[in-house]
């Protein structure tokens, strides 16, 4: 399967389920506003989503499938069926061991990861009561981890990247059906979260099983393979999730902020998460093992190409999408969140948006971490990403603390992108610096390009867009899909015809990673 199709094929499954995401935040701020109960509740998931983006995420990404795909190749199926089993049963027996600790633990560690909550007690409480019914999901959504390692190794990269849509479904459903069942709606929301993460589980146990992988526990055994993946696991954790420890960095900072402060944060931050989730998370999972083959193979040549080939479809994706996402934050915040409870304050959607910004200027440089680590990864080399990712965050501790004085949660999304951009460029300098990369004559002909396409679109379209800006704030969610469906069409058109004729892209070439 070429890099294009599997990027095409995990990122258009991740665009549904983002999508339905969407759908998720919508009804939850219509229920839950933005508020004491919506940040307690945002608290509570983002918790454990920081736990499941080091465990799951990160860590089995970089660490699980070159170990797994290298036993399949040279030690056949059965064999990478017996690690992943030794795997997957000691991780399941760590993290039982982990929730249960924090479970009982709760107060304690909650007032640890959070706080800024202690000056304010009633939503401590809505904290520590959401999260212990939050918390057990890392236990279910590690698991899916390993399952969905599993499949992307054998090239089956559609369940994995459906699942999070059959999770997102299931917690609609719940907002939908059953409010009103239980004490407030953040407890609602909170075992609605706990229930995707099973029905994930259960969705990728079912296709492992289709493809002839039946996982049983087993009396865990310290294999060589296994031995090697968890000596990778804490580097790779780190390495490969530094974006979200960031993001968990921004999250405690956040909870210094005045009421709200919280909501309009993640709110934002999801929506800039968008090309993470699609264009980031896709070109991962689809060129880690594309690169670790021709590494293993020694094809220097080969996995150089294939690196500029992905950082060029990035810079297409993302560059726009950044600039489109930042002229139309308004518009994009009040289509997703302008409903319900979350529009009784007018600001709720402004504060929304400005937070959005913020994040938007390091939208390419969240994308690039992902290409530009996958190599590193692909050699087995978790340190050097280790490394950088811990300057990363000490510089977006001492940025988000100090442009939060000023400029409150929009200070903490701009110290983010900026902390991003250095990780991405201290890893582009290690790798020219080893040889691992060499910008070849087309990405150095086509990003120019790609820039001027961009700075047209987003002269055009600023221009636009305060014609349609308070019909979007203030209309019904019909219009307010019609009107940025269509600015979103010009913005299209508006980059794609400039990059046409500048001949930006060259889609045969990124089709074949055989070339170079």
Known sequence: MSLMRSMLTVGGHTMIGRLLGYVRDGL????????????????????????????????????????????????????????????????????????????????????????????????????????????????????????????????????????????????????IFLVGFTQTPGHLAAWANLGAG???????????????????????????????????????????????????????LSSYLPEGGVTYFNYAERVSQLPLSIIGVAIGIALLPMLTKQMRQNELKEAIFTQNRATEFVLLCTIPIAIGLMVYSDGFVALIYGHGKFLEHSGNIHQTAYA??????????????????????ARKDTTTPLIIGLISVVANFVLNWYLMQYYQHVGIAIGTSIASWINALLLAAVLKKKNM??????????TPKILISATIMGILIYYIEPYFLESMISGGFVWKAFALTLLVSIATAAFLIPAHLLKCVDTKSMTDTRKS
């Open 28 to 175: 939850s701020a219509n229920i839950l506003g933005a508020g004491i109960l919506s940040d307690a509740f945002l608290l509570a998931v983002k918790i454990p989503g920081i736990f499941r983006r080091l465990f799951a995420e990160g860590a089995f990404n970089s660490s699980f499938v070159p170990i797994f795909s290298g036993t399949m190749a040279t030690q056949g199926k059965q064999e990478a069926k017996l690690f992943a089993e030794h795997s997957i049963t000691i991780l399941a027996i760590f993290l039982t061991i982990l929730v249960i600790g924090i479970e009982y633990f709760m107060p304690i560690f909650i007032s640890f990861m959070t706080p800024g909550l202690l000056k304010t007690p009633e939503k401590l409480k809505y904290v520590i009561e959401f999260t212990h019914i939050t918390f057990p999901f890392i236990i279910f959504i590690s698991m899916s981890a390993i399952l969905g390692g599993i499949l992307n190794s054998i090239d089956r990269f559609a369940a994995p990247a459906s699942a999070q849509s059959i999770g997102n479904l299931l917690i609609i459903i719940f907002f």
């Open 198 to 252: 099973v029905i994930q589980f259960i969705w990728l146990y079912f296709f492992c099983a289709y493809a002839g992988i039946i996982l049983k526990f087993r009396i865990p055994k310290f294999t060589p393979q296994v031995k090697e993946f968890f000596k990778k696991l804490l580097p790779g954790m780190i390495g490969a999730g530094v974006v979200h420890i960031n993001l968990y960095v921004d999250l405690l």
């Open 356 to 377: 959005l910004c913020g994040f938007c200027v390091g939208i390419p440089a969240y994308v690039l971490m992902k290409v530009f680590s996958s190599t590193f990864f």
């Open 437 to 446: 990369m060499v910008i070849d004559a087309q990405l150095k002909k086509n």
